[in-house]
């Protein structure tokens, strides 16, 4: 407490000091980036014992993770006597790699009347990690989507494409989204494949169904079509998954038909 109290004014009275203290990870860092205090918040976060510490550069201020830009942009707002804020990187010597969220601000030492800087951190390393690893699953899981032998869409209730697989009838995955599923839906089945889908909204049960379309060769094409309703958290339907896959239909003759 004495060491924070020596390097910031007087006017902070002990209770904010305190909870200063024992709410946060604290260095005092001088002109030249070199630690002239670290709380023991701070020492355990980085797993380093204060004397370690102290005197020594400020390995958060440099670290290698972060662009030159990062740097420039805070000793830039510093020397102007503004405070700093955003997220520090540093790896440890245990190899953990640990991010802060830093407010750093330029302060006049009552005693020598020099400029300190003084940094505020709070660990988010966990919620980064999460963060990390939620996009590792969702980046996985696109990639398992897109490689699906079908076509997957997200529907309103109306057919409105909310969301693609994969492109659709020589459509662009990107020009889909946006337009409606029935657009891309020849005239013949149009009233068929609509109805079916409705069916789905309606009864909130998911429904299969079958239909064909004849290519550009002639050749009739069978697909197999899924429709499943997704509910929002009060039970209504907020959309809808419609999967549509190629099937292979072997055609068979009636004996009586070939004689």
């Known amino acids: ?34 630690v002239e205090y670290a709380n023991d918040n701070y020492c355990n976060t980085i797993e380093r014992r204060v004397n370690r510490v102290s005197g020594e550069a400020h390995e958060l201020l440099k670290s290698h993770l972060h662009t030159g830009a990062v740097y420039k942009d805070l000793w830039r707002t510093l020397k102007m006597g503004h405070r700093w804020t955003g997220v520090l990187t540093e790896t440890l010597e245990s190899k953990k790699t640990i991010w802060l969220e830093a407010t750093i601000i330029p ?25 990390n690893a939620l996009l590792v699953a969702k980046t996985e899981a696109l990639g398992f989507i897109e490689s699906l032998p079908f076509n997957v869409f997200s529907i309103t209730k109306h057919g409105k494409i909310l969301n693609a697989n994969k492109d659709f009838c020589d459509i662009k995955k990107s020009d889909l989204i946006g337009t409606y599923l029935y657009d891309h839906i020849e005239m013949s089945i149009f009233e068929f494949f609509k109805k079916n889908i409705d069916a789905a909204f309606r009864s909130k049960v998911p429904n299969r169904f079958e239909t064909s379309k004849y290519n550009s060769k002639r050749k009739n094409i069978f697909y197999s079509v899924i429709v ?5 958290e009060l039970g209504g339907v907020f959309s809808g998954t419609v999967t549509i896959q190629e099937i292979f239909k072997t055609i068979t003759f009636d004996e009586n038909e070939e004689e």
């Open 228 to 232: 499943a309703p997704v509910f929002n």
């Open 107 to 131: 302060i006049e030492c009552d005693i020598d009347r020099q400029t300190k800087f003084l940094g505020l951190y709070k660990d988010v390393t966990n919620l980064y990690e999460e963060n």
């Open 1 to 34: 407490m004495e060491a924070i109290k020596y390097y910031l004014s007087n006017d902070l009275n002990e209770d904010v000091l305190s909870l200063i203290k024992d709410n946060s990870l604290i260095t005092i860092t001088d002109a030249l980036g070199r």
